[in-house]
């Protein structure tokens, strides 16, 4: 079993930066996939970015070349540095675990999720 915990969000201006954490406790999280996804009202959960437990990272077009994933296994600690960021980023933010290899897989196949973090980004 493990705990996710996301902190980070926030209120920023289009073109500034946020970094989200996400806290796991539980089973090291070294044994598992990492992933970042979010979800506005009324759509689905969607994939941001996703972490090995080989560190090997993966992004969604949307994002790619503006945010960073990054863990820190001696401290259970998982990031999502994100910059340049638009209005159309704004959205509730997830941290998921999965005990598989990859994290560039679907949201059904994560095995374990945070409560969300909100970001919101102003024009």
């Known amino acids: 079993q493990v705990q996710l915990v996301e902190s980070g969000g926030g209120l920023v201006q289009a073109g500034g930066s946020l970094r989200l954490s996400c806290a796991a406790s539980?089973?090291?999280?070294?044994?598992?996939?990492m992933g970042w996804f979010r979800q506005t009202p009324g759509k689905e959960r969607e994939f941001v970015a996703g972490?090995?437990?080989?560190?090997?990272?993966s992004y969604s077009d949307s994002v790619k070349g503006r945010f960073t994933i990054s863990r820190d296994n001696t401290k259970n600690l998982l990031y999502l540095q994100m910059n340049s960021l638009k209005p159309e980023d704004t959205a509730v933010y997830y941290c998921?675990?999965?005990?598989?290899?990859?994290?560039?897989?679907?949201?059904?196949?994560?095995?374990?999720w945070g409560q969300g973090t909100q970001v919101t980004v102003s024009s």
């Open positions: 998921a675990a999965r005990r598989g290899l990859s994290g560039m897989v679907p949201a059904e196949r994560y095995d374990y």
């Open positions: 539980g089973r090291t999280s070294t044994n598992y996939a």
């Open positions: 972490i090995s437990r080989s560190e090997f990272s």
